[in-house]
């Protein structure tokens, strides 16, 4: 094993370590927040309201991630309406349409997670809530969603890993990130096995990171469900 071109490459690890991280982290809080609307309308029973949202849920998460980032990347520039709009320099730039591919993506899976957890929300919960007074949107806001995302949670929990493999996808598209690294790095000493098992053990890292996250989050959001000592 040639440790020494790792050793020399690590800082162009850990350059890809910070754009992985960034890459993941801005695509899960834009597709968290587009999430919860689109949820919201595709737990609906009325079609026309639910419609589009589970056209955009099912396209998503029926084509590969690899497909709609090269549908953003390389086919958004053919059209030339869109090369003339304020929107270009977005659209031109990989890392832009890298992270718009990803935030999508995520939108739909976690759109689903969070549409499947309304529709389990216990019927009696609600009833309670609407006895007590509350509107429509104050029961949304206070009791079904709190309730949803405590429910999604381990759902959730594994669609961030999920998102975290998937960004490697990011390297395709000339992002150094941490499989973009892996990529420089063989490509200059011809070292696929050390190069990718390195990359190996950074993404390792981070989902035992993730995983101790999400530990801690539902270990006190389901503080309730524990058994108390008497």
């Known amino acids: 094993m040639d440790i020494e071109a790792i050793v020399t490459n690590l800082p162009l690890y850990f350059e890809g370590l910070v754009t992985t991280v960034q890459l993941v982290i801005l695509s899960l809080a834009l597709g968290l927040v587009l999430a919860v609307p689109v949820g919201l309308l595709a737990s609906s029973r009325s079609l026309a309201v639910n419609f589009l949202p589970k056209v955009y849920i099912y396209f998503f998460r029926g084509t590969p991630l690899i497909v709609q980032m090269y549908i953003i990347y390389f086919g958004a520039g053919q059209f030339e309406p869109l090369r003339e709009s304020l929107f270009w320099p977005i659209f031109k730039e990989a890392y832009s349409c890298a992270l ?11 759109s689903e997670i969070l549409r499947g957890a309304i529709i389990a929300t216990p019927f009696g919960e609600i009833e309670a809530a609407r006895a007590s007074g509350m509107s429509k949107w104050l029961v949304m806001r206070r009791v079904v969603l709190p309730s949803s995302f405590r429910r999604a949670l381990p759902a959730y929990a594994n669609e961030v890993i ?22 420089i790095v063989n490509s200059r000493h011809f070292v ?34 524990r058994q108390r000592s008497s």
Do not use: Q
Request: proline share 1%; glycine share 6%.
């Open 100 to 110: 718009i591919a990803f935030a999508l993506n995520t939108a739909a899976y976690t």
């Open 162 to 183: 999920f998102m975290l493999h998937g960004s490697a996808l990011a390297g395709v598209i000339t992002i150094i990130d941490l499989f973009g690294a892996a990529r």
């Open 192 to 225: 696929p096995f050390e190069s990718f098992i390195t990359a190996g053990v950074f993404y390792l890292i981070l989902t035992f990171a993730i995983i101790w996250v999400f530990k801690r989050v539902e270990f006190r959001w389901h503080a309730h469900l």
